[in-house]
């Protein structure tokens, strides 16, 4: 989904799938409380933005960005499979000849 054409470059937020979600899912650092946001982030179009405004990897962050987990400042690795098995845990969405 392509951001609105009357949004600003600091609007992403606006196109983000994540939006409306509870801080407390956004900023959870268990998966299990994690999973509405990381199930958000598969088709938002916006995970770019997204990783360069929160930038968790140069920061202590804790929550969801750009598709991944983060604690404290580094990602996660997932357990559950419904989420890790569609991102590889670099964020980007896995191919396959299949696909």
């Known amino acids: 989904m392509p951001l ?3 949004a600003e470059p600091h609007d992403w937020r606006a196109a983000a799938a994540c939006l409306g979600l509870p801080p407390r899912v956004i900023f959870a650092r268990r998966e299990s409380e994690a999973m ?3 199930k958000a982030c598969r088709d938002c179009p916006v995970t770019h933005h997204c990783e ?4 968790p990897a140069d920061t202590y962050f804790d929550g969801v960005a750009a598709g991944r987990l ?4 580094r990602p996660a690795r997932l357990r559950l499979t ?3 098995s569609s991102h590889e845990p670099c964020g ?3 191919t ?4």
């Not at 983060?70 to 400042?73: A, D, I, L, S, V």
């Not at 396959?96 to 696909?99: K, N, Q, S």
């Open 92 to 94: 980007c969405s896995r």
């Open 52 to 55: 360069e405004t929160v930038a």
């Open 96 to 99: 396959t000849a299949d696909d």
């Open 82 to 84: 419904s989420v890790a």
């Open 4 to 6: 609105p054409e009357t």
């Open 70 to 73: 983060w604690r404290n400042g």
């Open 36 to 38: 509405p946001a990381l």
